[in-house]
């Protein structure tokens, strides 16, 4: 994931700017710190590559927030939604039987069996 930091502080000034980076228990780092600094020159940008590695299925919301250093009061937060999907396709498996009741039988029960893969996402 691309985070950038615009420096729009007046001044005219480059300013270093604090990351910090907070992940839900579904992702993590693949490598490096949970906390940057980053040189952003006055009205550019600068940015950083954040890898991250998913343990779970889903919408999973994370926020990266940046502060100003030595500047009071410059501070933003930015939430991103990644949505992870299992590979591979979905596979629907179906089984028919017929369950004939009468008045002296007035339930039935059978049992089903399906073979779930070894290598199955849940979900």
Partial sequence: VSVAVFNYAPGGREVEAD???????????????????????HGEAASTAVRLRPTGLGALRFKVSARAVGVEGLEDVMEKVLLV?????????????????????????????????????PG
């Fill in 85 to 121: 999907e299992a590979e591979g396709f979905e596979v629907r498996e179906t089984q028919t039987l017929v369950l004939e009741l009468s008045e002296a039988t007035s339930s039935a029960q059978h049992e089903v069996r399906f073979q779930v893969p070894a290598a199955a996402v």
């Fill in 19 to 41: 990351l910090a980076i907070d992940l839900p228990a579904e992702l993590e780092l693949a490598g490096g710190n949970s906390t940057r600094r980053l040189r952003a020159p």
